[in-house]
């Protein structure tokens, strides 16, 4: 059974960086975490970026394009996500997601099959 869980959410002023971190319970395929989403009360879950196998090819919505960067840890059942310049706006609750569907969008939901329970990010202005 994969299991995922996030770490590095916080409170941090706009400008600020975090450092999110995605760890497997497993080092398999199925269980490795390739994506990022975040969600806030209300709204839909929203695709932030993913990366390709081995780690190769990253995704990054148009909203944080140039602000994150998503990286595969070694081993490779961990996933970061380096938020720097952060907005009001990214204030979420953030989950890291394993198991793609082959061929699916990056940024629905529905194409991943696990999810963490989400770390909280909160930017204050």
């Known amino acids: 059974q994969a299991q995922l869980r996030e770490s590095g959410g916080g409170s941090v002023q706009a400008g600020g960086s975090l450092r999110l971190s995605c760890t497997a319970s497993?080092?398999?395929?199925?269980?490795?975490?390739v994506a990022w989403f975040r969600q806030i009360p209300g709204k839909e879950r929203e695709g932030v970026a993913g990366i390709s196998f081995g780690g190769t090819i990253p995704h990054y919505a148009e909203s944080v394009r140039g602000r994150f960067t998503i990286t595969q840890g070694d081993p490779p059942n961990v996933l970061y996500l380096q938020m720097n310049n952060l907005e009001p706006d990214d204030t979420a609750m953030y989950y890291c997601?394993?198991?793609?569907?082959?061929?699916?969008?990056?940024?629905?939901?529905?194409?991943?099959?696990?999810w963490g329970q989400g770390t909280q990010v909160t930017v204050s202005s």
């Open positions: 497993q080092v398999t395929n199925n269980a490795r975490p």
């Open positions: 997601a394993a198991d793609r569907r082959s061929g699916g969008d990056w940024f629905l939901p529905a194409t991943y099959s696990f």
